[in-house]
């Protein structure tokens, strides 16, 4: 269990202290050391319940959507980051990485007891304050384009 924890850690903080600095331009670095760290988790957790517990646990009806999203995420980042390059590769790396926290962080409050409700609250809590900056961001996103295409007919029109 240890030693799977520790590895996780390792890699986990590869992905965070060399992987996310060098994110804007080469993203499989962080998405192969986050999907490693994120196998060395899942396995120390598979050692400390066992590991047919654990996966029992895992493919029960009430974890299934978990466990197709988390292992599709993982097959994903792993596939893309030796498969996919340039811009496509990118936003599909971290796309897929993204997927893969999110469903890492699922997990981890799932385990915990009462963790499924906190983690229900807490997104309703998050989706009520981002939905204003949301809401916000589009809005000048909008004005943006609509001054750019205003800017652009102009110049084509002169």
């Known amino acids: 269990f240890c030693a799977f924890l520790f590895l996780s850690v390792l890699f986990f903080a590869l992905a965070f202290f060399v992987g996310l600095p060098a ?3 080469r993203p499989q670095k962080f998405a192969l050391s986050f999907t490693c760290g ?13 590991p047919v517990e654990h996966m029992k646990s895992m493919f029960k ?3 299934m959507l978990f466990t197709t999203i988390y292992f599709g995420s993982m097959i994903a980042t792993l596939y893309l ?3 996919k390059g340039g811009v496509q590769g990118y936003v599909l790396v971290l796309t897929a990485s993204v997927v893969q926290l999110v ?11 009462g963790g499924t409700t906190g983690l229900t609250l807490i997104s309703r809590a ?9 809401k ?9 384009v609509s001054a750019c295409v205003g800017f652009c007919m102009r110049s084509s029109s002169s």
């Open 23 to 25: 994110i804007g331009f």
């Open 126 to 134: 998050i989706c009520t304050m981002l939905q204003p900056i949301i």
């Open 38 to 50: 994120s196998l060395m988790f899942m396995g120390s957790f598979g050692i400390l319940k066992g």
């Open 61 to 63: 009806s009430d974890q």
């Open 81 to 83: 980051t030796f498969s």
């Open 103 to 113: 469903a890492l962080v699922w997990y981890l409050i799932s385990f915990l007891p």
């Open 136 to 144: 916000a961001c589009c809005r000048m996103q909008a004005m943006c």
